[in-house]
């Protein structure tokens, strides 16, 4: 048979190669391993067909590696929509689909067996008593893992040797935890319940559940997966990375009784693989998880929620560069299932689209318990001409205090993580990264100097005022917690940011140990601001809100807002009231003003105001298409030799611009923007097409790019 088959080679794009396959036995769906260019690579078969006369001569795969197709046809045409919509390499789309074990990659990991004994049908005349007793076990189950049997009877490779028990490789799999049910489904509220019979099973179709933090939108997704799983039915529910706290699959597996599959990028790829067979094989219902979780091969599936549907961390950040909200919109086309969308701050394009109808909204404008916590906006100015520290102003020192006295915690919020975030040498330059255009961090728990984009990092020692070569300013995580100890010596300091939470599992360590009250302070980069329901904590603050508005990106003060409003619905959730205090220079700042107040539908506003004069989206469709080369010349030739092949009266094109170097490649980018999404795709297809024949240039393409930086 012949065999049209995808291989992981990036300048392919999306030419398949032939393949004859000799003597193996394969099916479209398999990945085989094959020679190209006298490299051995991995492949996936798109086609299998009778030989057709060619004109040259086709080569045979050298080996197949699967028993069984890895990808069903939903996910196979899901994967070509998504090459279609990210105007990625189909290759690329099956890799991202496909969980790690199952990828046509080569450095795709083999999948962990054990071995078992199987029992056979051979005569058990003549054994003895415990030989029979033994074989008494394998009624119920054909199979024993070997390091098993051999605790039950340590005999029973005599049995092997009658052709009574065989052994062999079987797939570890994963066995599920008993979970005791309980049942506290709360009796709705009337907004709840109106919300709940406003939404419709069966039938595909995207709703935005618009409801301040604390308003009861959890409780919702649990009641509609409730509905859905009695009614036989799976259930997705998407959470962003952070949000997938222990007590948060905790909430849903106790209110369902089920070990549900718990699907997130700290699993090891045997785990992973593990979840997405049970879910395969339909042994659980409900699955949580992050925006890998989206491609989880669900046989019925009957509700897809999206909670937190504006958090960035729905977006891949690299090829296909695609967005989790639009996957989960195909997915409840093809299972005709409602998707539920639910944010306290939904993203501009949602919200939009909810007020054109093409969602349904759905609102729930109070918060359960009624109240809010009071929220101070302290103006790091006035410290500065009182020449107090900005960094913690008297007011929340104070506060800080206060809390400390009552034994009552805090959670501390700066989104810059390290000890020094700027360093400067005897010249008074600043220190770069060797590879990227980006100032290096000092890291004092490690004594070296740190990018943050590449990794790179180099071993240096000094201290917070500098040694004699090396000036450092700018306060990270490190720094603040430092600063925090000595002036409240005796407090129980926990810091969360990338550094700290780099181990398995430390996100949940130092989480617990907050929650458990063995820590007092919790200093944390935006890590924090999400997701945390913590009854002691009673003052959160905003060490500097201001980093964020400063950003040049477009969408610098939506992430500003949003990240503002959370940490205004953290504090005060228990019985005491809470505070948040917001240090900034820029006190009357719209998005400051609307997020303090809760008020979306004001920020909205004046936020789609300032889209619609710059042409941004949701105005505008954006598209970026970044060329990179370790010469900046050719990076840059290389963008401006594509512009002719983009001309269209319906497309503006921006650039190219020359961009920060990262990861010693240079960066070249144009922008492309428009009214019509899919004729910008369909352009950029069929440019990108003619230009890779005339040039090898690495190209990256982001279709509705969420930061421009
Ligand atoms: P959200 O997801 O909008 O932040 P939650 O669903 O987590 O809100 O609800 C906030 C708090 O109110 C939780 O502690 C939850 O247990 C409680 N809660 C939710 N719905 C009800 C209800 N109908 N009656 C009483 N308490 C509720």
């Known amino acids: 048979m012949y065999l049209d088959v995808y291989i992981e080679n990036s300048f392919l794009g999306n030419k398949t190669l032939t393949y004859q396959s000799g003597s193996h036995d394969v099916k479209a769906g398999m990945r085989v391993k094959v020679l190209m260019n006298n490299r051995e690579l991995i492949g996936f078969v798109n086609q299998v067909y009778p030989p057709i006369p060619m004109d040259y001569e086709i080569a045979e795969?050298?080996?197949?590696?699967?028993?069984?197709?890895?990808?069903?046809?939903?996910?196979?045409?899901?994967?070509?929509?998504?090459?279609?919509?990210?105007?990625?390499?189909?290759?690329?789309?099956?890799?991202?689909?496909?969980?790690?074990?199952?990828?046509?990659?080569?450095?795709a990991k083999r999948i962990k067996t054990q071995r078992v004994v199987r029992r056979l049908h051979g005569d058990v005349q003549g054994l003895t008593l415990t030989q029979k007793q033994f074989l008494d076990q394998f009624r119920t189950d054909t199979t024993i893992p070997v390091k098993e049997a051999q605790k039950m009877y340590s005999g029973f490779r005599n049995l092997i040797d009658k052709g009574i028990l065989a052994l062999e490789d079987q797939e570890v799999i994963y066995e599920s935890k008993?979970?005791?049910?309980?049942?506290?489904?709360?009796?709705?509220?009337?907004?709840?319940?109106?919300?709940?019979?406003?939404?419709?099973?069966?039938?595909?179709?995207?709703?935005?559940?618009?409801?301040?933090?604390?308003?009861?939108?959890?409780?919702?997704?649990?009641?509609?997966?409730?509905?859905?799983?009695?009614?036989?039915?799976?259930?997705?529910?998407?959470?962003?990375e952070i949000s997938l706290t222990p007590q948060m699959i905790d909430r849903v597996s106790t209110r369902f009784g089920e070990d549900v599959a718990i699907y997130h990028s700290a699993l090891n790829d045997q785990e992973k693989y593990e979840q997405y067979m049970r879910v395969k094989r339909g042994d659980v219902n409900i699955v949580v998880g992050t925006r890998s979780a989206a491609f989880m091969p669900f046989q019925n599936l009957g509700l897809i929620v999206m909670d937190e549907e504006h958090d960035s961390s729905y977006k891949q950040e690299n090829t296909p560069f695609y967005h989790t909200r639009d996957v989960a919109i195909h997915r409840s086309k093809y299972h005709k299932c409602p998707l539920v969308l639910g944010s306290a701050s939904p993203a501009l394009e949602t919200y939009a689209r909810a007020l054109k109808g093409v969602y349904t909204l759905l609102e729930l404008p109070e918060r359960v318990n009624q109240t809010f916590p009071k929220v101070t906006v302290i103006d790091t100015r006035q410290a500065l001409k009182n020449r107090a520290s900005h960094l913690l102003?008297?007011?929340?020192?104070?506060?800080?205090?206060?809390?400390?006295?009552?034994?009552?915690?805090?959670?501390?919020l700066l989104n810059r993580r390290g000890y020094m975030t700027l360093l400067k040498d005897v010249n008074n330059e600043v220190i770069q990264c060797p590879n990227c255009d980006v100032s290096l961090n000092y890291h004092k728990d490690e004594a070296s100097l740190k990018c943050h984009v590449c990794g790179y990092a180099a071993h240096h020692n000094t201290n917070t005022k500098g040694n004699q070569n090396i000036v450092g300013s700018g306060v990270g995580t490190q720094r603040l917690e430092e600063h925090l100890q000595a002036l409240f010596p005796q407090a129980r300091i926990g810091r969360m940011d990338a550094d700290s939470t780099r181990q398995k599992n430390a996100h949940?360590?130092?989480?617990?140990?907050?929650?458990?009250?063995?820590?007092?302070?919790?200093?944390?980069?935006?890590?924090?601001?999400?997701?945390?329901?913590?009854?002691?904590?009673?003052?959160?603050?905003?060490?500097?809100?201001?980093?964020?508005?400063?950003?040049?990106?477009?969408?610098?003060?939506?992430?500003?807002?949003?990240?503002?409003?959370?940490?205004?619905?953290?504090?005060?959730?228990?019985?005491?009231?809470?505070?948040?205090?917001?240090?900034?220079?820029?006190?009357?700042?719209?998005?400051?003003?609307?997020?303090?107040?809760?008020?979306?539908?004001?920020?909205?506003k004046f936020e789609m105001n300032y889209r619609q004069i710059a042409n941004y989206p949701p105005y505008r469709y954006l598209i970026s298409i970044i060329f990179s080369d370790e010469d900046a010349d050719k990076a840059f030739a290389a963008a401006n030799g594509f512009v002719p092949f983009i001309e269209d009266p319906q497309i503006q094109q921006i650039g190219p611009v020359m961009l920060r170097r990262l990861n010693r490649r240079h960066r070249s980018r144009i922008i492309l923007k428009g009214k019509d999404l899919d004729v910008m795709i369909a352009k950029t297809h069929q440019a990108l097409e003619l230009y890779k024949k005339i040039n090898r240039t690495g190209v990256s393409v982001d279709v509705n790019p969420l930061t421009l930086e």
């Open 61 to 107: 795969i050298i080996e197949v590696l699967d028993d069984e197709p890895v990808i069903n046809r939903e996910l196979f045409e899901l994967a070509e929509w998504m090459k279609d919509q990210t105007i990625a390499p189909m290759i690329r789309c099956l890799q991202t689909i496909l969980p790690n074990k199952l990828r046509p990659k080569s450095n």
């Open 178 to 240: 008993p979970i005791v049910q309980q049942d506290a489904k709360y009796a709705l509220t009337d907004a709840q319940s109106d919300i709940l019979k406003r939404v419709h099973f069966n039938n595909a179709h995207t709703y935005l559940l618009h409801g301040v933090t604390g308003s009861g939108k959890t409780e919702i997704y649990l009641q509609l997966a409730h509905d859905v799983v009695s009614q036989g039915q799976q259930v997705l529910i998407l959470v962003p």
């Open 508 to 604: 949940e360590k130092i989480l617990n140990s907050f929650m458990n009250h063995e820590t007092d302070i919790l200093v944390g980069t935006q890590m924090i601001a999400k997701g945390l329901d913590i009854e002691n904590v009673t003052l959160v603050g905003i060490i500097n809100a201001d980093t964020a508005l400063a950003h040049t990106d477009y969408r610098a003060v939506e992430l500003s807002f949003e990240m503002l409003l959370q940490a205004s619905g953290r504090a005060g959730r228990g019985q005491y009231p809470g505070e948040v205090m917001i240090q900034t220079a820029n006190p009357e700042h719209y998005a400051i003003q609307t997020a303090i107040h809760q008020k979306y539908k004001h920020f909205f």
């Open 393 to 412: 102003t008297p007011t929340l020192l104070d506060g800080i205090y206060d809390r400390l006295q009552k034994k009552q915690q805090v959670m501390l």
